[in-house]
Nanobody, 124 residues
Framework: QVQLVESGGGRVQAGGSLRLSCAASGRTFSTYAMGWFRQAPGKEREFVAAISWSGGSTTYADSVKGRFTISRDNAKNTVYLQMNSLKPEDTAVYLC?????????????????WGQGTQVTVSS
């Protein structure tokens, strides 16, 4: 069982930066690949970024590539999402998720555990 708690959301102007954190409980955190997703009102949940259990492999949605960076610190049971050059279209609730799959995955249904999310609002 893994419990996930996101933090770091907030309101920022376009062009600004935020760093989201996702703290995980449980001693098996390092065996899970992790992902960040986002969901805006009236829209489907959208993949943002994912990282392998070791941190050696990452993948990003095209819409955030070059602006967002996912990383993890297994000693702290935490995964991060550094978001730079934010745009109004990045406004959403951001959720982290954990999956026991070996490879990095981008589809929500392959993730086993989810956090409650943190709101990110980017104003123009």
């Amino acid at each position: 069982q893994v419990q996930l708690v996101e933090s770091g959301g907030g309101r920022v102007q376009a062009g600004g930066s935020l760093r989201l954190s996702c703290a995980a409980s449980g001693r098996t955190f390092s065996t899970y690949a992790m992902g960040w997703f986002r969901q805006a009102p009236g829209k489907e949940r959208e993949f943002v970024a994912a990282i392998s259990w070791s941190g050696g492999s990452t993948t990003y949605a095209d819409s955030v590539k070059g602006r967002f960076t996912i990383s993890r610190d297994n000693a702290k049971n935490t995964v991060y999402l550094q978001m730079n050059s934010l745009k109004p279209e990045d406004t959403a609730v951001y959720l982290c998720a954990a999956t026991s799959t070996i490879v990095v995955v981008t589809t929500p249904y392959k993730y086993d555990y989810w956090g409650q999310g943190t709101q990110v609002t980017v104003s123009s």
